[in-house]
């Protein structure tokens, strides 16, 4: 991509949704609320799983680096975005745009993979109970774990280095909500056909391949929801698992759209608004899908209630 103005670009300018001025201000309001929404969930769920001994198997330890992810990944995108809603100054420095994109596909890939770990985890579970113990243990939930952080981190230090190694020569106007790749990457004034080939191919790698696992392993749970001799246990199990998909199909879907072709041709509002999805809608859906749907949560956060109670009135 070629530039008249060949001068350095020091900082960039996102221009969130500067065409709806009216609309900006109402935004920031229902994403304020979404993001504390957002941190109080997740941070219950933190707290909740780390202090009670009962929830420290596989199930809700994945839950816990779960909703680590999810604060992360709402602390890194929302101050920021909230900042572009409120205020004229929305400029962010070279170095913030390159640490607030690490930082999304760190938080974004990782989720990718422990999303799939999760899914494999609860159909060894309900297909394979026998052999649940001996097929998760606790050596293949830390290696489970632990694949999904570091391959969060690579996959964010080769993206992101590649993306800001391209020259940036004018115009600065990231026209996007936070410095996500698509729209920074159309800014570099060079050929970046390889990093969309890269893209496509990574994209495929980290988040169609987990998804279509992820629906393999529900087809079979499903499988085995419908051998249940009771119909109440089958009915409970259908909702958990569709709110499940849900909300993977959510995340997956919009973000295959935005990563599979960087440069693609949907309007900059439409890419606006599924970045929202992922980054805003999941990480608040989360907390009540997996865990207020989950009766051995909601027991636990009511003996922890009970207890503040008890501790209050003597």
């Excluded at 816990?64 to 004229?88: D, H, K, Q, R, T």
């Excluded at 989720?111 to 109970?129: N, Q, S, T």
């Excluded at 230090?157 to 159309?186: A, D, R």
Aim: glycine share 4%.
């Amino acid at each position: 991509m070629k530039r008249q103005n060949q001068s350095s670009v020091f900082d960039f300018i996102l221009l969130g949704f500067s065409n709806f001025p009216e609309l900006q201000r109402q935004l920031f309001w229902v994403f304020l609320v979404d993001y504390l929404v957002t941190l109080l969930g997740n941070a219950i769920i933190i707290v909740v799983i780390s202090l009670e001994q009962s929830l420290h198997v596989p199930m809700y330890l994945f839950l816990l680096n779960l909703s680590v992810v999810e604060v992360g990944f709402s602390a890194v995108i929302m101050p920021e975005m909230l900042v572009v809603l409120f205020s004229e100054n929305t400029r962010i420095t070279f170095a913030g745009c390159f640490a607030q994109m690490y930082f999304i596909l760190l938080f974004g890939g990782t989720e990718c993979f422990l999303l799939g770990a999760m899914a494999f985890d609860r159909f060894a579970a309900i297909c394979h109970p026998l052999s649940y113990p001996v097929t998760m243990n606790k050596r293949v939930f830390t290696k489970l774990v632990i694949f999904s952080w570091v391959s969060g981190i690579m996959v964010a230090t080769v993206q992101t280095l590649w993306v800001f190694s391209f020259p940036f020569c004018g115009p600065n106007e990231i026209n996007h909500l936070f410095c996500e790749t698509p729209p920074v990457l159309e800014l570099a004034c060079a050929d970046t056909f390889l990093f969309e080939i890269y893209a496509f191919t990574g994209t495929i790698l980290i988040v169609m391949v987990p998804f279509l696992l992820i629906l393999l392993s529900y087809v079979r749970i499903l499988l085995a929801i419908l051998k249940m001799p009771s119909t109440t246990g089958r009915q409970k199990a259908f909702s958990t698992c569709a709110s499940h998909l849900t909300s993977v199909t959510l995340f997956y879907g919009t973000a295959s759209m935005t990563y599979l072709q960087p440069k693609s041709g949907y309007s900059p509002e439409t890419k606006k608004l599924m970045s929202l999805f992922y980054t805003l809608l999941t990480p608040l859906l989360n907390p009540l899908i997996y865990s207020l749907r989950n009766s051995e949560m909601k027991r636990v956060l009511l003996k922890v209630w009970r207890r503040k109670v008890d501790l209050h009135t003597f």
